[in-house]
């Protein structure tokens, strides 16, 4: 059985997808599952063990060049590439208009949420198959419950399995021990406190372990440096790393703290001790979740208080 999983972004909606593959992998072991996915997010997809073939969209750029030619050049190599395989199904797990669009340029029964239910109701329209699934869900249940409904199994009564192991990097902390600080996001709602950052960061390197924060632009390392520069010695700033090279370091941590962006999701999703900070959703339905010791803190208008934070981080310690 084939099966073409539409999820293009963003990274923690992604990460959010991946339990459900591990459903599929297990209630319909003879299916061949593909994945069409947003770039760079490739790198994350083809982490996970049962994905067969990662097939990398770049939307976002061709969005930006509708005029070019070049990029109706490249739209079309995509979709000549799409449909050289007919799928059994394809299943939308995004819901918007974006994805339901790109899901029916593939050969093969496109199904997804219903109108009630989908982020974006016209993106019905394009589906042939529906299923009510309750956008107040977490977003890891709303994908386990699509697939069982469209694949006609059972809902696995299991917590969710994301089955990712952390790649090597390139770079690695000086520090055997260490943290990772995600302080960074792209909408300032969702960003805490830079001094709380920065009394969450020195309580660490009191604890003997090392520092990492993490960033990926050059406003972000300016904010990451602001903590170096206050916490003091310690603390390290990686280079500009890949999603690849992200996830090796974070994977190998021992604790992750950060804000409700990708990184965070996906450390929590390679079983490490996470502690997610909220300021503008819900956690109800997108906290933070794996194997290892996972907390959210905050939520819609809320900044959790550095204290918390810091009660949080010592239990996820704790329980290594």
Partial sequence: MRILIVKTTSMGDVVH????????????????IDWMVERPFDAIVALHPSVYRVLPLAWRRWRK???QRDTWRQMGEFRRMLRTQRYDLVLDMQGLLKSALWARQAIGPVAGFDFRSAWEP???????QVARIPPEMHAIERCRRLAAHHLGYAMPGTPPRFNLRAPAASWRPAAARYAVLNPNASVDSKLWPQEDWITLAKWLLSLGMGVVVMWGSRAEEARAIAIQDEAGPGIELPPFLSITDAAGVLGRA??????????????????????????DHDPAQVGV?????HQSLGGIGQTPPASAVIGAAAKALASL
Wanted: glycine content about 10%; charged content about 10%.
């Fill in 17 to 32: 997808a991946l339990p459900a593959v591990s459903d599929i992998a297990t209630m319909v072991p003879e299916a061949r």
């Fill in 65 to 67: 060049r509708l005029l």
């Fill in 122 to 128: 016209l993106a019905t329209l394009a589906y042939q």
């Fill in 254 to 279: 021992q604790l992750v703290v950060g804000l409700d962006t990708g990184f965070t999701h996906l450390a929590a999703a390679l079983g490490v001790a996470t502690v997610g900070l909220y300021r």
């Fill in 289 to 293: 979740t794996g194997d290892g010791y």
